[in-house]
């Protein structure tokens, strides 16, 4: 993917590298043979998933969380970091500020820890 594919995201395109690595040489050479490995495999989309704006309809980055047409904002799942959809968003009790989740999201954590993630009380799905 180009840079250019990046420019209707909320996700950073030009930033500065680090000067050192910060994996073995052993790791990095894993992680450029699997990118590699991945570029060319013809079953892979070379694309960012969309989603539609649910304030305008626009075709946006379906990870962010800001509307690159009308800038309409949408709430954070703190356990993701995606947006959340209208009409799926719940409030995590006991916590303050208030923090918002993705109710499926939610059911998935809690359904394979069994806790809430802030307070490891014990937690179960919300249906």
Known sequence: MENSDFVETDLPYDFELPTQPH??????????????????DQQVEQSLAT???????????????VC????????MCVITGGPIPIGERQVVKN???????????????????GVDPWSSAVASPSY
């Not at 059911?107 to 394979?112: E, F």
Request: with cysteine; glycine share 4%; charged share 25%.
């Open 95 to 113: 916590v303050d500020p208030p923090m918002f989740v993705r109710k499926a999201d939610w059911n998935r954590y809690v359904g394979d820890f």
């Open 68 to 75: 690159h047409s009308c800038k309409s904002a949408s709430d």
């Open 23 to 40: 994996v073995s040489d052993e790791s990095h050479e894993e992680v450029r043979d699997w990118v590699l490995s991945v570029s060319m």
């Open 51 to 65: 989603r539609h704006c649910s304030s305008c309809g626009t075709e946006t980055y379906a990870g962010s969380l």
